[in-house]
């Protein structure tokens, strides 16, 4: 193999499509943990947490949503991302990314959410995002949660345009995208969940509240989850990426880790009757004759 083709090799990424070779760029951006910027940044509104199901009573309406509600986008687009009112996710609206044909494939696209501002850095929070990707073979889409104060990205997931669920993690060799294995169900709504605690060390991610990753590298940039930004890189083949229901949640003051509900351990027969019969002599039980 001559190095022309090596490097041709490591460049690009070629999917068939109807006996069509597609050529794609590897993601420039694929080993930043510097936070994304919008075009023109919001002060932060300092809060705990941010709700998002884009209706029209939480201040949205249909077309481009750079500056509605807060959100913001990217330079590069004044087209992308828009209020969707045809068959959303839930509700009567949801946000939509789809191709903008004045810019090149491979420019990033995307909304950013409101700014929550500083938070107190030890406590937990946590993202989730209902998704829906109508096909594969188009665009990659990114949710990225970020720290905008402390100039970090927190977190990032990428729902590759071959079906794939990638994520961000440093797993010895600098920070780079993992492939979990987990595809993503086309044109199927699906929930991604990701978990920050800052004082564990852990980043844990969920699709549909299985877990499929926990990070080698645990935190390995911000702190806090501040902001959410949903990023296409505008390499659609006519399949849009949906996202509803947005949930970022700093959990701030409380100071208390993520714990999954607790299994009751199975006791049998004969461990419930000497339960019963525990909480009988302690007065707290009643037993009817």
């Known amino acids: 193999m001559n190095s022309m083709f090596k490097l041709a090799a490591a460049s690009i990424l070629v999917l ?28 932060p509104a300092p809060a705990v947490q941010l709700t998002s199901g884009f209706e029209p009573g939480e201040g949205f309406a249909p077309g481009y949503i750079g500056g509605q509600a807060g959100w913001t986008t990217f330079a590069a687009s004044s087209a992308q991302p828009v209020i969707n009112a045809t068959s959303p996710i839930a509700g009567a609206q949801d946000l939509q990314i789809a191709g903008d044909g004045t810019i090149s494939a491979g420019t990033n696209t995307g909304a950013f959410s409101p700014d929550l501002g500083p938070q107190n850095v ?44 990638q ?40 699709i549909n509240n ?50 999954p509900p607790a299994e009751l351990p199975f006791l049998g027969n004969l461990g419930l009757l000497l339960a019963g019969l525990l909480l009988a002599g302690a007065g707290l039980m009643a037993i009817r004759r």
């Open 167 to 206: 994520i961000l993690d440093d797993t010895g060799g600098g920070l780079a995208f993992v492939d979990t294995g987990i595809n993503w169900p086309v044109n199927t709504t699906f929930n991604l969940r990701i978990e920050l605690d800052p004082v564990a060390n852990t980043l844990d991610y969920y």
């Open 210 to 259: 299985a877990l499929i990753y926990s990070s080698v590298a645990g935190v390995f940039a911000g702190t806090q989850m501040e902001q959410v930004v949903l990023i296409s890189d505008n390499f659609q083949a006519g399949e849009v990426g949906e996202f509803d229901n947005v949930v970022l949640d700093t959990n701030a003051g409380a100071g208390v880790p993520f714990t």
């Open 122 to 165: 030890t406590d937990p929070s946590s993202l989730s995002v209902d998704i829906r990707i109508t096909a594969t073979g188009g665009a990659d889409y990114d949710v990225v949660p970020q720290a905008p104060s402390q100039s970090f990205l927190s977190a990032r997931v990428k729902f590759g345009f071959l079906g794939t669920i």
């Open 16 to 43: 068939g499509i109807q006996g069509l070779a597609v050529a794609k760029p590897i993601d420039p951006t694929a080993n930043r943990v510097e936070a994304f910027v919008p075009a023109n940044p919001n002060a």
